[in-house]
């Protein structure tokens, strides 16, 4: 398995808005399939709504998706802890 960075527009509400999940998946296929069932389940927004405009492979540690994180722990711990920046409260 690899995580995968899915990124496109969707129409949420009364306009179309810029979405982006990390998925871990075996192939870029697999990953848009899953980006679609999570839109159409969460959303009920249809297939032929959404517009994905990059798949790319990304590095687990650079995630901050719970999902990911946890399918790659082990990896993550082997190389030293994740390496993403995490946002500061103002």
Do not use: C, W
């Amino acid at each position: 398995m690899k995580a995968y960075r899915v990124s496109g527009t969707a129409p949420f509400g009364s306009q179309r808005q810029p979405f982006s999940f990390d998925i871990p998946a075996e192939n870029e296929d697999s990953a848009t399939h899953h980006t679609y069932s999570i839109l159409g389940s969460r959303h009920r927004i249809g297939r032929r709504m959404v517009k994905i405009e990059s798949v790319s492979e990304i590095d687990p540690r650079t995630s901050t998706e719970p999902q990911v994180l946890h399918h790659f722990r082990e990896q993550i711990a082997a190389q030293g802890g994740t390496i993403a920046t995490t946002a500061e409260e103002e």
